[in-house]
């Protein structure tokens, strides 16, 4: 087998990666993660809702309030 | 499936053995955080020691990690596959460091070009003068020759990537990233013979 000393040294270096760091690494990851997370769940919720402000505003009707509205005429029951 | 739900153990087995292409289809079909922690059991140490081996500092290296898989985890759906998943995650991680250490130096990088114009005429350099040198030797001279002649000589030697995987990385065509590859061996000799008044 062929020596190569760049995977010694990447072995090396490696070994300096201990499992407490690795799991703190990962921890800080996770939370990092969990921001993004929580800031697309704000997004989600709530961009919606000021989308259908700006319409209602403009002088247009929320879409899902028309829907109900057609639903009621097709089923007068329900 | 009516297996994997009796046994979760084989199931973990079975996807322990998975390659990683389908270990991050996985993860992108179901967002199952498993698959990413797989990922990162099986890369998280070769950052890192891709991260000290550029930034030379324990600390810097772990904040790095860190920042090099949250990028990873985020831009998952743009892993083509056109490459290994090991090439794409190491290409980040270089880019990365490459760019922290530029952007703490005021001074722009000097480009491999303007360096190796001054040797261009030297021989070629074979491959067993550096795979077969001493470690300790090796980590010196790869801490003094120029960032991005590291790069690439970790790229090829390190990360066994083959040209055409660095020029698809680089975005660079095969013969020039040869070029490369044979300026940053000339380097690396200047370097060794002036540090060691070898050769």
Redesign the interface.
Known sequence: M?????????K???E??DSS??K???N??DS??GV?QFIGDIFGLYIPKVMGIFVRMSGGSNRSQIDNSEKSKKYPNQ | MFINLLNPVLSDKRTEMKSDEEVVKLYLETQDGRYFDMLYNRYSGKVFGKCISLLKHEEKAADAMQDVFVKILLNLSKFSGKSRFSTWIYSITYNYCIDTIRKKKKNPLVSVDDLANAHDTADDINDSFLLEMNIKRLKVVLDKIPMKDKTILLMKYQDEMSIKEIGLMTDKSESAIKMKIKRAKQKFKKVYKEIYKEL
Not at chain 1, 2 to 10: A, D, H, Q, T
């Open positions: 062929s020596v190569n000393n760049f995977k010694e040294l990447e090396e270096q490696i300096k990666f760091r690795k703190q690494v990962k800080n990851i990092s993660l993004f």
